[in-house]
């Protein structure tokens, strides 16, 4: 039988002396994953000119290619994990990166409204503002109730936002900040029902939940490999629904232009193409453990997290169960702060001096703290976060 924790630290590069607690944010290779990374590039540097020219992509040097692309065959086997198409995906360096593209490839007139939510992710929003104010469009942000208690709350949180003018929402699949997973698919329905067309971001969805993207009824679907599924940094896909796909460029446009969605994504000029095709092996590595093993051991301890934290800090948590991914955000005592500068304090404090590494935000006048779970990680490390920040909290109740 499979055993996880820290016992697996040493397969991952990690610092052994630190709590890592923050697979989320830009996500962690394992040794093995970075060992097939390194063979790719070996290979391509043995023969360049003929692995990128004539292998790599649709485009070609003199003549028809040689063999099936390269990146094709990448995409073939990371499509196929999420039960879609080959040719409905292409790789892109990240979410922020796909979520631009199809910002670009949206028809907006002035007076337009994109939707967005207070829980989205910031990078993702500025892009949307960017979009919005290029083509003199506006921007609605739906607030998310809180306390959270169900996922309906979410739903009908979008379809009230709905006005005459919305012509897009862009929609979380988990959100960042909150770790909670909205009910995309049911979303999707609603606002596509009243004629609005919906980005999905399912930046931390890839290796920590199942996903089956065309289920989803979405018109388009960004997401991250380099975190969850431990493809080395950075890689993310685009999926398309067959009629979006015309519109749609990658934000270098190059010699794959008027030659199909993916020869155009697949062809953005010369760049280390090792990330993207190192993703099969990243599959591989993680079906070793037992894909289903992973994911529920990760849910098993975030979910294990948030009540600990909870009750140690005897802070609220109201999130059901079935919104928890590999991911929790646990609101922190009220003696530690409210403000950004108060959360930046707590989250350099928590490396600097108890080498516990950790996103700390402030949301609605609290701080909060994101835990992530990872077959690294185990109960142990839940309780030095739990001890460490009631040290802080007890040491301002004293002072």
């Not at 063979?39 to 790599?56: H, K, M, T, V, W």
């Not at 490839?105 to 500025?126: H, K, N, R």
């Not at 959270?148 to 897009?168: I, Y």
């Not at 702060?337 to 108060?342: C, I, N, P, S, V």
């Amino acid at each position: 039988m499979t055993t996880f924790g820290r016992a697996r630290l040493g397969e991952w590069p990690l610092d052994p002396d630190i709590t890592y607690l923050n697979h989320g944010t830009v996500g962690v290779t394992p040794r093995a994953v970075m060992a097939a990374q390194q063979a790719i590039r070996d290979e391509i540097e043995r023969q360049p000119s003929r692995y990128i020219l004539r292998e790599l992509t649709a485009i070609t040097v003199g003549g028809a290619p040689r063999r099936r692309p390269r990146l094709r065959e990448a995409a073939e086997a990371i499509a196929a994990m999420f039960s879609a198409d080959g040719d409905d995906l292409v790789f892109v360096d990240n979410v922020t990166a796909g979520a631009n593209a199809v910002l670009q490839s949206v028809a907006l007139e002035p007076g337009d409204e994109i939707l967005v939510s207070d829980y989205g992710y910031g990078g993702v929003t500025q892009a949307v503002r960017y979009a919005a104010r290029q083509r003199g469009a506006g921007v609605r942000e739906v607030t998310i109730p809180y306390p959270l208690r169900e996922a309906s709350q979410v739903t009908e949180a979008f379809t009230d936002a709905v006005g005459p003018r919305t012509r897009l929402a862009v929609v979380d699949h988990v959100a960042a900040q909150a770790a909670v997973i909205f009910p995309l698919a049911e979303i999707a329905v609603a606002l596509k029902a009243r004629g609005v067309a919906v980005l999905g971001d399912g930046a931390h969805v890839p290796g920590a939940l199942p996903l089956d993207i065309p289920s989803l009824g979405v018109d388009w679907y960004v997401a991250n490999l380099h975190k969850w599924m431990w493809v080395p940094r950075s890689s993310g896909i685009l999926w398309a629904a067959a009629p979006r796909q015309t519109r749609l460029h990658p934000g270098v446009v190059s010699w794959g232009l008027d030659q199909g969605f993916t020869t155009e994504f697949d062809a953005p000029g010369t760049r280390d193409p090792s990330n993207h095709l190192a993703a099969p092996a990243a599959i591989a590595y993680m079906r070793s453990f037992g894909l289903e093993a992973v994911q529920q051991y990760n849910h098993h301890l975030a979910w294990s997290a948030a009540l600990r934290l909870a009750s140690a800090w005897q802070t609220p948590f109201h999130v059901p169960e079935s919104m928890i991914g590999t991911m929790a955000t646990v609101m922190l005592p009220a003696s530690l702060g409210t403000t950004r500068a108060d959360a930046a304090a707590i989250r350099d404090r928590l490396l600097d001096d108890d080498r516990i590494e950790a996103p700390v935000h402030a949301y609605r006048e609290r701080l909060w703290v994101r835990v992530s779970a990872q077959i690294y990680n185990d109960l142990d490390d839940i309780e030095r976060l739990a001890e460490t920040i009631l040290t802080y909290a007890t040491a301002v109740r004293v002072s």
